[in-house]
């Protein structure tokens, strides 16, 4: 799975960067095979204000269906990428068995 990796107003250091790559194979591996590639971007909203403010967007390119694109803001980076990834798995999960139903009852038609 071919993911990229963004990061604004702040260092995307190995540690996350290796804490990301583990946490969205973990959440999407079972999905592999249909997905194009994912891209991952990290924002700090306020800077060094601090709050709530750590924007995780997760958007999962699948093939032949529209994008997943998730955002979780929270005040810890590490959370809102566990939120995102979960939510991500979750909505990709559903997206593809609905195409997968729709494709068995296409053929059932036949």
Do not use: W
């Amino acid at each position: 799975m071919q993911i990229d990796i963004q990061a604004r107003d702040f260092s995307l250091t190995p540690a996350l960067q290796k804490y990301i790559r583990r946490r969205l194979g973990y959440a999407l591996g079972n999905h592999e095979e249909r997905i194009q590639f994912v891209r991952i971007r990290l924002l700090d909203i306020n800077g060094p204000r601090g709050g709530n403010d750590k924007l995780c967007q997760i958007q999962v390119v699948l093939a032949s269906l529209p994008d997943v694109i998730i955002d979780d803001i929270e005040a810890d980076m590490y959370v809102a990428i566990d939120r995102a990834s979960d939510r991500a798995s979750r909505t990709v999960g559903r997206r593809l068995s609905r195409q997968q139903d729709l494709l068995r009852g296409m053929s059932l038609q036949r």
